[in-house]
């Protein structure tokens, strides 16, 4: 079980404590009023962040309305930024990008450099949960020059923190590990225990990430008790999930189940549309590990719609992946087949952000700016700056190599997967077209020679077991090949029905009425794709117990003479009363669904597509009784 990333990022949300200092006490009595009405509503806005994201935004919007009368810069960038806040937890990012970018002029306008650090932070965290690295790293770098400027300590412990997840996610652990360390030192002076639950919530994830599931479960299990003296629901929800997985990675899933339920317990209550995808992937991974295929589907389909709903690309390439394996292993290789194709459609046009050069610009930009000013800090001596520039050759050189070694591996990385994607299709296929020898048949045609030879019909036996013989190794060689030309088709089908009328003991009379002006050796056709029909006709259409029992196979060409005409007709029961027999039977009769599937396999492939069309006889004549079979075939010339 690949684990499913959920970092925290340390965001700023709106503060009642921040709106009442940015509120002028100079103000007309009624507009005092109004502004204290707005801090009102923004603070139990806030409040209810804990019950309902829904409900907390449209009380945020009640105060945004208030806001835009009294027209005041202070109050209107406090309210915009804790909308954005409440849509980045519910995990709407569209929106929650919308509110920030409208909260930053009016910070600027009153020459709040904090405020517009602190926003700018959120839309870093806004682009890297949409997979956005390359710009969230610029917003988390200028969120860190700001705080510097302005000395503010616990904006640079929580740049760290982000800074840390995204090397996190790129799967840089040890740059990861040192900024949470830097960012905890920071959080653990000042006393900031919401904090300290965020790092420890990513050091258990990173944890996890190196196999080191006991350490991870630590980590998650202090931020939980940490947590309660906190009272974050939101936090709460991510933490009990981690344990989950936890639980889950070290194979106590009964366990893992109880937390995950847990945490969708707080997430729909929260209307967490972000993190219910996750834990509903979750869910559906445990319950397919103890094998309760009916929930495990459930929860599959969960996640699936509501990360298309949410464009949560993460969750949805992962729910693809691991519904396709369920898929294949329920048996169901068609749809597995589907949802494989999906998730590589997703990954492939993914992948491409983990090469992106810009990011790796500007982390190297970064960490070459910290480096600098620690050698300025400690040594101020310039041979040591003579040296660094003697090197920088050296070290572009030395870049270049790698950047060029990282891209030659990951085209590789790609192509070994896609042909791994396409030898997982053709195994699902195989599946299906496996099924084309009937193991009833053969155990009928067994038994019937076993009769044979106990009654001492020894020539019968011999004619029986020789025709089988020649159908089986038809069969076996036919199924190696795509097409196959007519005669070698009709020699097959003559097989067949040769060995129906020795079991069924009766003359059962048939005819091939081929049009002269196709090529038997010429034309080819897909294999044994007539054979079911010819079955139908015998056992479902009651021929064995017709003693004139008659089936005519008509092959010719259409009036633009690119299409082949099968043609299948019998004089049975017909459909309607062989339908009626079998709702009295146990008996199942594959035979029309693996010819459909194999219909469909092949007009996945191919620009001109097969076309069927079953007949009941007595619909057009009701002194006609039989079934018709009639399909198009597009013309198929050999080409030695």
């Not at 496996?434 to 036996?461: C, G, R, V, Y």
Request: aromatic share 8%; glycine share 4%.
């Amino acid at each position: 079980m690949r684990t499913i990333l959920l970092l925290i990022s340390f965001y700023c949300l709106f503060s009642n404590q921040l709106l009442s200092k940015n509120l002028s006490s100079n103000k007309p009595e009624a507009q005092s009023s109004l502004e204290k009405q707005i801090t009102e509503t923004l603070y139990k806005s806030v409040q209810l962040r804990d019950s309902s994201y829904d409900v907390s935004i449209k009380v945020g919007k009640e105060a945004l309305k208030l806001a835009l009368k009294l027209n005041s810069a202070p109050i209107l960038a406090d309210t915009y930024k804790s909308i954005g806040g409440t849509y980045l937890l519910q995990g709407v990012f569209d929106s929650s990008e919308y509110y920030y970018r409208k909260a930053i002029p009016q910070y600027a306008l009153i020459g709040d450099s904090l405020g517009v650090g602190k926003v700018t932070a959120n839309i870093g965290i806004v682009y890297r949960r949409s997979r956005k690295y390359n710009e969230a790293l610029q917003q988390y770098i200028r969120a860190l020059e700001t705080y510097k400027s302005v000395n503010y300590v616990e904006g640079i412990g929580s740049s760290y923190l982000n800074i840390g997840g995204l090397h996190q996610t790129l799967g840089e652990f040890d740059k990861a590990l040192a900024f949470y360390l830097n960012a905890q030192k920071i959080y653990e002076k000042l006393g900031n225990r919401k904090s300290l639950v965020n790092i420890f919530i990513n050091l258990g994830v990173l944890q996890s990430e190196l196999n080191n599931h006991d350490q991870a479960l630590s980590y998650r299990l202090r931020a939980l008790k940490l947590n309660e003296e906190v009272g974050n629901t939101q936090l709460n929800s991510t933490i009990l999930m981690n344990i989950g997985e936890s639980y889950q990675a070290i194979g106590q899933v009964e366990k893992a189940l109880e937390y995950y339920n847990l945490c969708e317990e707080q997430r729909i209550q929260l209307n967490d549309q972000w993190g219910l995808s996750k834990v509903y992937l979750l869910k559906a991974t445990t319950y397919d590990t103890l094998n309760e295929n009916r929930k495990a589907e459930e929860y599959f389909q969960k996640s699936i719609q509501l990360s298309k709903a949410n464009d949560i690309s993460d969750d949805l390439l992962e729910s693809y992946l691991y519904y396709s394996e369920f898929l294949e292993k329920t048996n169901h290789p068609r749809k597995a087949i589907d949802n494989l194709k999906k998730y590589h459609s997703i990954n492939d046009s993914l992948i491409s952000i983990f090469q992106n050069e810009k990011v790796k610009e500007l982390t190297a930009k970064y960490e070459s700016e910290q480096q600098e000013k620690e050698l300025e800090v400690l040594t101020q001596k310039s041979q040591i700056q003579n040296l660094e520039l003697g090197k920088k050759n050296s070290w572009i050189i030395l870049l270049t190599v790698v950047l060029i070694l990282g891209i030659v591996v990951i085209f590789v990385s790609l192509r070994i997967n896609r042909l791994r994607a396409d030898h997982k299709i053709m195994d699902l296929r195989q599946k299906v077209l496996l099924t084309q020898m009937n193991p009833h048949f053969l155990f009928n045609s067994l038994t019937s020679i076993q009769s044979f030879i106990l009654d001492n019909k020894n020539k019968e036996a011999n004619n029986y077991l020789s025709r089988l013989a020649s159908l089986v190794r038809g069969i076996l060689e036919n199924s190696r090949e795509e097409f196959v030309s007519i005669r070698t088709e009709i020699a097959t089908l003559e097989d067949y029905i040769g060995l129906q009328k020795l079991r069924f003991e009766n003359e059962i009379q048939y005819e091939f009425e081929i049009d002269k002006n196709i090529d038997q050796d010429q034309v080819l056709v897909p294999p044994m794709l007539a054979q079911p029909f010819v079955e139908n006709a015998l056992v479902h259409g009651m021929l064995r117990n017709n003693p004139e029992a008659k089936i005519v196979v008509q092959i010719s060409l259409n009036k633009n003479r690119d299409m082949l005409v099968f043609q299948i007709k019998d004089n049975g029961i017909g459909i309607k009363e062989s339908k009626k027999n079998r709702e009295n039977k146990e008996h199942k009769s594959l035979a029309t669904s693996i010819a459909l599937d194999r219909v469909k396999i092949y007009n996945f492939k191919a620009s001109k597509k097969m076309h069927f069309e079953i007949t009941d006889l007595k619909n057009s004549d009701n002194n006609q009784s039989g079934t018709k079979v009639t399909y198009t075939i597009p013309l198929t010339i050999c080409s030695n």
